[in-house]
């Protein structure tokens, strides 16, 4: 084939250049989508316009699959448009696959399309597919991806004469000059703090053509917000955002042999039950066909009235809550590593040696837990399937926030109502892995409610208790929460919390000993489960947490 290139300037249009930046401009949107999603707030803040511009443009790519090696422009161009439009998702994608057309259709009106230069191509293309989104949208805003597109279109014929990276790099920086400016041109945006998220989008298949046709990639800040008011962020946490759709749910259907004056009619009745209308004519199929666009709370009616006009086809409805739920989990999240993991928190230097030879990730709490170290941890354990037992040392409202930071589409998190370590470690001795997770943790459970236990700790204040009253110093012995012990020294509150523990039975008792506590009570102990409970096991351990003197635990 004839050279594309002359000294900078494209003299032939060569097809390939659209394959290449079809497929340049799919890394971009892939690279971009966290971004652009982040960005979406209008119409509605559902997040996923850099997912369905992602989609579609990854559609127009894969159209040209079946395309031989010697396809013409035109051919090529029709063939993204047409897979484009087939394929769209959003508003957002169907304004895109309206640029993809004015390209195609641009390449099919050149009159000698041997001599069609990329110049030519790219000003015609980018002005019909400006023109096609303008009409196929109800009621086009400045300061969106339209305001965009016509930027585009009119630097490329202001610097048509020009080179055609010259052009490109043109286009693309007016492009993201007027993104920059459409905060001041819609006040959804300048309340939220952000710029167009399809303008965003279109700024990336700007930049994808600048870095096919020079080979230099253009820089981009990190469009994460912006700053108006002398650097006070435009958009704090609890402000809400007054603009958008009210609407409930996402609508799009293919609709075939509907005449000009029904789709108008279709255009109306769908501005008075939704927003967002967009309604955009499609050939691909070989007859007449349009692909139907609205946000709407009747999604029932929104399709009965394209079936009153023709055929319907490929209808597909998305609910916004739901679609918010699901993109609180991070999908761009890697696959763990491992499949199961237990999160211990303790407290003391034996009780990490038992637990962590115990098979637990442990987490340490010697001088409190905040919930972001648990969030870490249980990242940290890169696990499908982790297993927490935070043994009273964070309240159930952060353990909520926890759950909420760290379940996700790959990783499951199952908190066990444990409210000590000996319960713990009772959860962890049936732990088995290669039990399926729904059983094991199951079994967990249910080990750790089948055990009561208690604690003995000193009083640092005088209180009235169940027990009576106690003084500065006393000895408590508790079960659970509840003061039923008082003692003025360890060996008699330690022997009469186990008394009182095993009144009801047991099979064993489990004592962790803390740094505080003296061996003559633990003596005691021993010599008592010798004296009056033969038949009970008894196991020791020295786990030294600080806040305790003694935990027991009864199974």
């Known amino acids: 084939m004839e050279s594309v290139f002359d000294g900078g300037r494209i003299r032939m249009m060569n097809p390939q250049l659209l394959r290449d930046w079809a497929h340049t401009a799919v890394d971009g949107l892939e690279t971009l989508r966290g971004e652009i999603n982040d960005l979406n707030v209008f119409p509605i803040p559902d997040s996923d316009t850099g997912s369905n511009m992602l989609f579609t443009m990854q559609a127009a790519a894969d159209g040209l699959a079946t395309l031989s090696e010697d396809a013409s422009t035109p051919q090529v161009a029709r063939a993204m448009a047409d897979a484009a439009i087939a394929q769209a998702r959003g508003n957002s994608g169907i304004i895109l696959s309206q640029v993809l057309i004015g390209l195609a259709d641009a390449a099919e009106l050149m009159p000698d399309q041997t001599q069609v230069t990329f110049n030519q191509l790219w000003a015609a293309g980018l002005r019909l597919g400006s023109l096609a989104a303008m009409r196929a949208v109800s009621e ?129 009745v769908l501005n008075e039950i939704g927003d967002s209308v967009v309604i955009v004519g499609d050939s691909s199929t070989g007859g007449e066909r349009f692909s139907v666009h609205v946000h709407t709370s009747d999604p029932g009616r929104a399709v009965e009235e394209g079936a009153a006009r023709g055929p319907v086809a490929e209808v597909r409805i998305s609910c916004f809550a739901l679609d918010a739920i699901r993109a609180q989990t991070d999908t761009a999240e890697p696959p763990p590593r491992h499949k199961r993991a ?52 964070l309240s159930s409202q952060d353990l909520v926030t926890v759950t909420a930071a760290t379940r996700s589409a790959q990783r499951s998190v199952v908190f066990l109502p444990t409210s000590s ?112 409970y033969a038949g009970v096991e008894l196991a020791i351990y020295r786990t030294g947490q600080p806040d305790q003197l003694l935990q027991v635990g009864v199974e």
């Open 342 to 393: 237990v999160v211990a928190v303790v407290t003391g230097e034996g009780a990490d040696e038992l637990f962590t030879e115990a098979g637990a990730a442990v987490l340490r709490a010697d001088a409190g837990l905040a919930p972001e170290a648990l969030t870490e941890a249980i990242r940290g354990t890169d696990s499908a399937h982790v297993v927490v037992m935070a043994n009273g040392k």
């Open 421 to 532: 370590m000996v319960q713990c470690l009772s959860a962890l001795a049936v732990h088995d892995p290669t039990e399926a997770p729904d059983p094991d943790t199951y079994a967990m459970a249910e080990a750790a409610a089948g055990t009561r236990w208690g604690s003995l700790v000193r009083a640092d204040s005088r209180i009235m208790t169940l027990a009576g009253t106690c003084e500065v110093g006393d000895v408590l012995g508790m079960i659970g929460s509840d003061v039923l012990v008082i003692a003025p020294d360890q060996t008699g509150a330690a022997t009469a919390l186990v008394d009182l523990m095993l009144a009801t039975g047991g099979e064993m008792v489990t004592v962790m000993a803390g740094s505080g506590v003296d061996d003559a009570a633990l003596d005691a102990l021993a010599e008592q489960m010798r004296r009056s």
């Open 140 to 268: 086009p805003r400045e300061g969106t991806v339209l305001t965009l597109i016509r930027t585009a279109a009119e630097t490329a014929a202001a610097h048509v004469s020009e080179s055609a990276g010259d052009l490109a790099r043109a286009v693309a920086d007016d492009c993201a000059d007027a993104l920059e400016r459409t905060p001041e041109q819609m006040p959804e945006l300048a309340e939220a703090g952000v710029v167009d998220a399809g303008g965003r989008g279109f700024l990336a298949l700007a930049d994808a053509m600048v870095a096919v046709l020079t080979g230099v990639a253009q820089r981009r800040r990190r469009y994460r917000g912006i700053l108006i008011g002398g650097g006070v962020p435009g958009h704090q946490g609890n402000d809400a955002c007054t603009g958008g759709s009210d609407m409930d749910f996402e609508v799009m259907y293919f609709l075939d042999g509907a005449a000009g004056d029904q789709v108008g009619s279709l255009r109306q």
